[in-house]
C-alpha cells in the first residue's frame, strides 16, 4: 500500500457514507433534532416532512425504513427540520392543512385551520338540514376558506359569501376555492365584517379573538402565525363586538348565527349575543376536547 493510499480511502469512504441514507436513519436524525429543540409531536412531525418530501405516506416510511433517500431529498427534507425545531408549524412548511376532510393550501398569510373549528361547519349543516329553504350563508373572515369549501362541498344547494379583510388571505381563499371546484357556489369578496351583507338566515364567523394578554403568552408555533389573524383588541372581543352590533339587522329567522371565541371568553361572548339578540336562543358549545368554543345564537 502506497503512500497517501489510507486517507484517500478514507476520504472515498466519507464520500460513501455522506452519498448513502435511509428513510431509517433520516427519521432517527430527525427525532432527535425535534426532541431536543422540545417540540410535542417529534416522531409525527418528523414522518409528516419526510413524506412530503418523498411524496410518499407515513405507512410507506414505517413499512420501508431501509429505503434510499437521495441527496438532494435528504437535504430538503434536514431545512425542513431545521425550520421546525425553530417551531415553524408544519402545515406552513409543507404547504397544506386538512380540515374537514379537505386538503387546503396554507401559508404564513393565513391562520392554520385548527380541528376545533370543525364544530362551526358541523352546527351550521345541522341548521342547514333543518331548514332547507335556507339557501345562502354568510362566513365573516374566511382566512383560507376552509369553511366556506367544507359547507359548499357538503351541500350543494346553498351559495356562501365568504368575506374576508386581507388581500393575501382572499387570494389563498380564490386558490382553494377553485382547486375544489366550488367556485360556482362561493362568492369571495373583501369586506369588513358584515358590512356590504344582505339580509341572510345563517352567519358564521370565526373572527380573531385574542387578548392583549393572551397575545403575550402564545407557544412559540403560534407566534409564526399573521397577528392580524389572532388580534382581537385589548380585551379579544372587538371585532366580536362590532359584528354582534351589525347581525342584528341582517339576521332573519329562522336564523343561526355561530361564533368561534376563547373557551375562557365564552360567557363574555354569551352574554353579549344575548343583549344583541334578547328574543333568541343562545347556547355556548364545546369542541371535542371538551372546551367552550364557540356560541351559537338561533333565531326564531
Known amino acids: 500500500m502506497g503512500p497517501g493510499q489510507p486517507a484517500h480511502r478514507d476520504r472515498t469512504e466519507r464520500r460513501q457514507s455522506l452519498s448513502r441514507s435511509t428513510v431509517g436513519a433520516e427519521l432517527?436524525?430527525?427525532?432527535?433534532?425535534?426532541?431536543?429543540?422540545?417540540?410535542?409531536?417529534?416522531?409525527?412531525?418528523?414522518?409528516?416532512?419526510?413524506?412530503?418530501?418523498?411524496?410518499?405516506?407515513?405507512?410507506?416510511?414505517?413499512?420501508?425504513?431501509?429505503?434510499?433517500?437521495?441527496?438532494?431529498?435528504?437535504?430538503?427534507f434536514r431545512a425542513l427540520v431545521t425550520r421546525r425545531a425553530r417551531h415553524v408549524p408544519v402545515a406552513y412548511l409543507v404547504g397544506s392543512k386538512e380540515f374537514y376532510g379537505h386538503r387546503l393550501a396554507v401559508t404564513p398569510a393565513v391562520l392554520i385551520p385548527r380541528p376545533e373549528t370543525e364544530l362551526l361547519v358541523e352546527r351550521a349543516l345541522a341548521f342547514l338540514r333543518a331548514h332547507p329553504s335556507v339557501r345562502r350563508v354568510v362566513e365573516v373572515g374566511t382566512g383560507s376558506g376552509a369553511i366556506a369549501i367544507a359547507l359548499a362541498c357538503a351541500l350543494r344547494r346553498i351559495r356562501i359569501e365568504a368575506v374576508e379583510v386581507d388581500p393575501l388571505a382572499l387570494r389563498l381563499a380564490r386558490r382553494n376555492v377553485l382547486a375544489h371546484r366550488v367556485a360556482a357556489?362561493?362568492?369571495?369578496?373583501?369586506?369588513?365584517?358584515?358590512?356590504?351583507?344582505?339580509?341572510?338566515?345563517?352567519?358564521?364567523?370565526?373572527?380573531?379573538?385574542?387578548?392583549?394578554?393572551?397575545?403575550?403568552?402564545?407557544?412559540?408555533?403560534?407566534?409564526?402565525?399573521?397577528?392580524?389573524?389572532?388580534?382581537?383588541?385589548?380585551?379579544?372581543?372587538?371585532?366580536?363586538?362590532?359584528?354582534?352590533?351589525?347581525?342584528?339587522?341582517?339576521?332573519?329567522?329562522?336564523?343561526?348565527?355561530?361564533?368561534?371565541?376563547?373557551?375562557?371568553?365564552?360567557?363574555?361572548?354569551?352574554?353579549?349575543?344575548?343583549?344583541?339578540?334578547p328574543a333568541a336562543s343562545v347556547e355556548v358549545l364545546r369542541d371535542l376536547s371538551g372546551r367552550w368554543r364557540a356560541v351559537e345564537v338561533r333565531l326564531g
Open 185 to 277: 357556489r362561493i362568492r369571495l369578496r373583501r369586506g369588513d365584517l358584515l358590512e356590504g351583507t344582505a339580509r341572510v338566515r345563517c352567519i358564521v364567523a370565526n373572527l380573531p379573538y385574542l387578548s392583549l394578554d393572551r397575545r403575550r403568552h402564545l407557544p412559540r408555533d403560534v407566534r409564526h402565525e399573521p397577528a392580524r389573524a389572532l388580534n382581537g383588541g385589548r380585551d379579544g372581543l372587538e371585532l366580536i363586538r362590532r359584528l354582534l352590533a351589525q347581525a342584528p339587522a341582517l339576521l332573519r329567522a329562522p336564523g343561526c348565527l355561530l361564533l368561534e371565541c376563547d373557551p375562557a371568553q365564552a360567557a363574555r361572548v354569551r352574554t353579549l349575543a344575548r343583549r344583541a339578540f
Open 28 to 76: 432517527g436524525e430527525a427525532l432527535r433534532r425535534l426532541r431536543a429543540a422540545g417540540l410535542p409531536t417529534p416522531v409525527l412531525d418528523a414522518e409528516v416532512l419526510l413524506a412530503h418530501v418523498l411524496r410518499s405516506s407515513r405507512e410507506l416510511l414505517r413499512t420501508y425504513p431501509q429505503a434510499p433517500v437521495r441527496l438532494d431529498d435528504r437535504r430538503r
